[in-house]
Antibody, heavy 117, light 111 residues
Framework: QLQLVESGGGVVQPGRSLRLSCAVS????????MHWVRQAPGKGPEWVAG????????DYADSVKGRFSISRDNFNNTVFLQMNTLRVEDSAVYYC??????????WGQGTLVTVSS | DIVMTQSPDSLAVSLGERATLNCKSS??????????VAWFQQKPGQPPKLLIS???TRESGVPDRFSGSGSGTDFTLTISSLQAEDVALYYC?????????FGQGTKVELK
């Protein structure tokens, strides 16, 4: 059974950093892309970053480019999102999602990030 | 960026009645006869759940009262006979190119 479990969220001050993790089980992790999508309270989902199956290609939303970095560990079936220079507007629930042929098909339950002074 | 615009913003439908949700993309998301549009359902406190991919392919386990249609830039999600458990937010999503984008959502409620 496919499971995605995010962790690492919390409350952080503007300008600080946070690292999110997403552990995946029951899935051929190393064969598929992985993405992070966030959703601010009362808003629709916003794609944040994606990484190809082998980690050789990465892509970012303009809103996080230069501040966030996505990576993966195919040995431990985990994808990460390093978030630096956090802003208040980065506050959201962050979901990791699997990707088959670019489709974001399975999502985790999410981890809440709150950026506040 | 491809902008996905959904209509209406909210929809009140009686039990057993049809619900029709619309989504328009700012440019074509058609490639090799495939439309790269998906529909998600989201209930409070839960992640979005994939219902439809490729504009019209129902995911495994999704009731057949849900159907998707459309091509190019105009897409529709139809719930043929609304059930109480279908009350939720629905988002269309394009995965044709980066950045992946979502519509603003349509809230389906019971009348």
């Amino acid at each position: 059974q496919l499971q995605l479990v995010e962790s690492g969220g919390g409350v952080v001050q503007p300008g600080r950093s946070l690292r999110l993790s997403c552990a995946v089980s029951g899935y051929m992790f190393s064969s598929y892309g992985m993405h992070w999508v966030r959703q601010a309270p009362g808003k629709g989902p916003e794609w944040v970053a994606g990484i190809w199956f082998d980690g050789n290609k990465k892509d970012y939303a303009d809103s996080v480019k230069g501040r966030f970095s996505i990576s993966r560990d195919n040995f431990n079936n985990t994808v990460f999102l390093q978030m630096n220079t956090l802003r208040v507007e980065d506050s959201a629930v962050y979901y990791c999602a699997t990707s088959s042929f670019s489709l974001l098909d399975y999502w985790g339950q999410g981890t809440l990030v709150t950026v506040s002074s | 960026d491809i902008v996905m615009t959904q209509s209406p913003d909210s929809l009140a439908v009686s039990l057993g009645e049809r619900a029709t949700l619309n989504c328009k993309s700012s440019q074509s998301v058609l490639y090799n006869s495939n439309s790269y549009v998906a529909w998600f359902q989201q209930k409070p406190g839960q992640p979005p759940k994939l219902l439809i991919s490729g504009a019209s392919t129902r995911e495994s386990g999704v009731p057949d009262r849900f159907s998707g249609s459309g091509s190019g830039t105009d897409f529709t999600l139809t719930i043929s006979s609304l059930q109480a458990e279908d009350v939720a937010l629905y988002y269309c999503h394009q995965y044709y190119n980066s950045p992946w984008t979502f519509g603003q959502g349509t809230k389906v409620e019971l009348k």
